[in-house]
Nanobody, 113 residues
Framework: QVQLVESGGGLVQPGGSLRLSCAAS????????MGWYRQTPGKERELVAS???????NYASSVKGRFTISRDNAKNTVYLQMNSLKPEDTAVYYC???????WGQGTQVTVSS
């Protein structure tokens, strides 16, 4: 079965940290470019970070220096470590196989005191 399954979202206070995980199955994960996107109501889905098969990363300016994307090809998993979270990071976060065009179901991240 071809799918991406996210986990790790939740409620966190400003300044806190969360780590999102995305487990892939049914695809040749190791050669694909993977990304994390986020979306808030009324806004378009936006790229947060991406990582190539060779580990080259790209970040949105709003998260650079606070978020880190990484991948473990042996586990078919991509991660998003989010530190120094701000209320404006509140969104549904989606894992995306950019090469294959596959989306996960999304996981809610809420940053609030």
């Amino acid at each position: 079965q071809v799918q991406l399954v996210e986990s790790g979202g939740g409620l966190v206070q400003p300044g806190g940290s969360l780590r999102l995980s995305c487990a892939a199955s049914g695809i040749i994960f190791s050669i694909n470019v993977m990304g994390w996107y986020r979306q808030t109501p009324g806004k378009e889905r936006e790229l947060v970070a991406s990582v190539t098969s060779g580990g080259i990363t790209n970040y949105a300016s709003s998260v650079k220096g606070r978020f880190t994307i990484s991948r473990d090809n042996a586990k078919n998993t991509v991660y998003l470590q989010m530190n120094s979270l701000k209320p404006e990071d509140t969104a549904v976060y989606y894992c995306h196989d950019i090469s294959f065009g596959l989306w996960g179901q999304g996981t809610q991240v809420t940053v609030s005191s």
